[in-house]
């Protein structure tokens, strides 16, 4: 990789890395984590009115401490307002998290993950915004946004409201291990969920006189392997992949509480993924399908059949950006002038670019070195954060 003329400072950006790596904000709890990224902004000097926070986690419908952290940074020569993005959250694997170094890695104590994911980005973000006011960089007007709750369903970005972005026309995402990874795509989320009420009886004594709500679920999902909705997805009009995540019963209890008793209620929980959000509607309503066959076939004495209540809704909807995109474009420009040979993605996993893109600003996302993410063995590939630092100040002062 060619370092050209980038007055990229090494040292302080593994320093602000390190820094936001030991800032604990698992998803839902982001206060702490952002206001260390202000107090780090207004010391490498952003004013303290170029910075705010938005009121996102009022629409979010989950207990979030915070909004979106949002920072506009004008521009030293004309051109079109950039966007970039990351999440200030990880996932509560992270929690109490105690980096160090490790030759070109840092790691955690390995009793908790480490939060790469994606604490890179927004090292990275504060990195670019240094480093175009350090180095009085000429740039175009650019928005940083740190996201919340994007680990426990991308709210931060789904519920922003598109203004607050101030009219930016392209994104940089950062959220990815390898900085030649270019994730110009992913797939769109359909969420489902189905409560069976059925008939209590004693299994011993009449079993004959219930109605097993556990039975009508297995049946089910049995039914949804042998028609082809389970798992990886492949039919003549689509293809994409379905899980069934939770099976238990009210209030994150189980199903049933005792042997002797034939389960009364039941409720499952999965999701469906496809490229083409109308064929994740379509693998869902799969599901129900299957699981009104089930419930037919569950019976008590008299004939009567358990209650089932099904329901579906989008979590995030599918993109794809072609490479002809003008943000594809500015990407592979700079990976160009890197020596580095780009590597288009389209992505199984939600972002918050599907939000973003669906909020009008086409987004690309990049890598700064996160690896072995959610997991005890993550560590952060710092030769591979360097090369997303430098990428992220290379785009953020290309000629337009």
Same mark, same amino acid.
């Given at each position: 990789?060619?370092?050209?003329?980038?007055?990229?400072?090494?040292?302080a950006?593994?320093?602000?890395?390190?820094?936001?790596?030991?800032v604990e904000?698992?998803?839902?709890?982001?206060?702490?984590?952002g206001?260390?990224?202000?107090?780090?902004?207004? =010391?490498?000097?952003?004013?303290?009115?170029?910075?705010?926070?938005?009121?996102?986690?009022?629409?979010?419908?989950?207990?979030?401490?915070?909004?979106n952290?949002?920072?506009?940074?004008?521009?030293?020569?004309?051109?079109?307002?950039?966007?970039?993005?990351?999440?200030?959250?990880?996932?509560?694997?992270?929690?109490?998290?105690?980096?160090?170094?490790?030759?070109d890695?840092?790691?955690?104590?390995?009793?908790?993950?480490?939060?790469?994911?994606?604490?890179?980005?927004?090292?990275?973000?504060?990195?670019?915004?240094?480093?175009?006011? =350090?180095?009085?960089?000429?740039?175009?007007?650019?928005?940083?946004?740190?996201?919340v709750?994007?680990?426990?369903?991308?709210?931060?970005?789904?519920?922003?409201?598109?203004?607050?972005?101030?009219?930016?026309?392209?994104?940089?995402?950062?959220?990815?291990?390898?900085?030649?990874?270019?994730?110009?795509g992913?797939?769109?989320?359909?969420?489902?969920?189905?409560?069976?009420?059925?008939?209590?009886?004693?299994?011993?004594?009449?079993?004959?006189?219930?109605?097993?709500?556990?039975?009508?679920?297995?049946?089910?999902?049995?039914?949804?392997?042998?028609s082809?909705?389970?798992?990886?997805?492949?039919?003549?009009?689509?293809?994409?992949?379905?899980?069934?995540?939770?099976?238990?019963?009210?209030?994150?209890?189980?199903?049933?509480?005792?042997?002797?008793?034939?389960?009364?209620y039941?409720?499952?929980?999965g999701?469906?993924?496809?490229?083409?959000?109308?064929?994740?509607?379509?693998?869902?309503?799969?599901?129900?399908?299957?699981?009104?066959?089930?419930?037919?076939?569950?019976?008590?004495?008299?004939?009567?059949?358990?209650?089932?209540?099904?329901?579906?809704?989008?979590?995030?909807?599918?993109?794809?950006?072609?490479?002809?995109?003008?943000?594809?474009?500015?990407?592979t420009?700079?990976?160009?002038?890197?020596?580095?040979?780009?590597?288009?993605?389209?992505?199984?996993?939600?972002?918050?670019?599907?939000?973003?893109?669906?909020?009008?600003?086409?987004t690309?996302?990049?890598?700064?070195?996160?690896?072995?993410?959610?997991?005890?063995?993550?560590?952060?590939?710092?030769?591979?954060?360097?090369?997303?630092?430098?990428?992220g100040?290379?785009?953020?002062?290309?000629?337009?």
């Amino acid at each position: 990789m060619s370092n050209i003329s980038i007055p990229l400072d090494v040292a302080a950006a593994e320093e602000h890395l390190m820094r936001f790596l030991s800032v604990e904000g698992v998803t839902g709890q982001e206060k702490n984590i952002g206001l260390a990224v202000c107090d780090a902004l207004k =010391k490498i000097g952003v004013p303290d009115s170029a910075i705010r926070f938005d009121d996102v986690n009022k629409r979010i419908p989950l207990p979030t401490e915070t909004g979106n952290l949002i920072v506009d940074i004008p521009g030293t020569r004309p051109g079109p307002r950039l966007l970039f993005s990351t999440h200030l959250d990880t996932v509560p694997l992270c929690a109490g998290a105690k980096p160090r170094r490790e030759g070109d890695r840092i790691v955690s104590d390995g009793t908790t993950a480490l939060g790469g994911d994606a604490r890179t980005g927004v090292a990275l973000l504060v990195v670019v915004a240094e480093t175009l006011i =350090k180095q009085k960089l000429p740039h175009p007007p650019i928005t940083l946004l740190f996201t919340v709750r994007e680990e426990s369903g991308l709210h931060g970005a789904r519920e922003l409201n598109p203004a607050d972005l101030n009219g930016a026309v392209m994104c940089i995402n950062v959220d990815g291990q390898s900085a030649s990874d270019l994730i110009v795509g992913a797939v769109g989320q359909e969420n489902w969920e189905v409560e069976i009420t059925g008939r209590a009886s004693h299994a011993g004594v009449a079993p004959e006189k219930g109605i097993s709500a556990t039975l009508v679920g297995a049946m089910a999902l049995a039914e949804a392997k042998r028609s082809g909705w389970f798992g990886k997805v492949v039919k003549p009009d689509g293809r994409g992949t379905s899980n069934i995540g939770i099976f238990g019963g009210k209030n994150d209890k189980p199903a049933g509480d005792a042997t002797n008793v034939v389960t009364d209620y039941a409720f499952l929980k999965g999701e469906a993924r496809s490229p083409e959000a109308a064929f994740a509607t379509k693998i869902a309503n799969g599901y129900k399908e299957a699981f009104s066959k089930a419930q037919s076939e569950v019976t008590d004495d008299k004939g009567d059949t358990a209650e089932v209540k099904f329901s579906h809704k989008p979590s995030y909807p599918p993109f794809e950006l072609g490479k002809d995109t003008p943000i594809v474009k500015r990407a592979t420009k700079a990976l160009g002038i890197l020596g580095i040979e780009p590597v288009y993605v389209f992505s199984n996993g939600g972002l918050d670019a599907n939000w973003l893109d669906k909020h009008g600003v086409p987004t690309i996302t990049i890598g700064a070195g996160q690896a072995e993410i959610h997991t005890i063995k993550e560590y952060v590939n710092l030769k591979e954060y360097e090369k997303g630092c430098r990428l992220g100040i290379l785009m953020a002062t290309l000629d337009d």
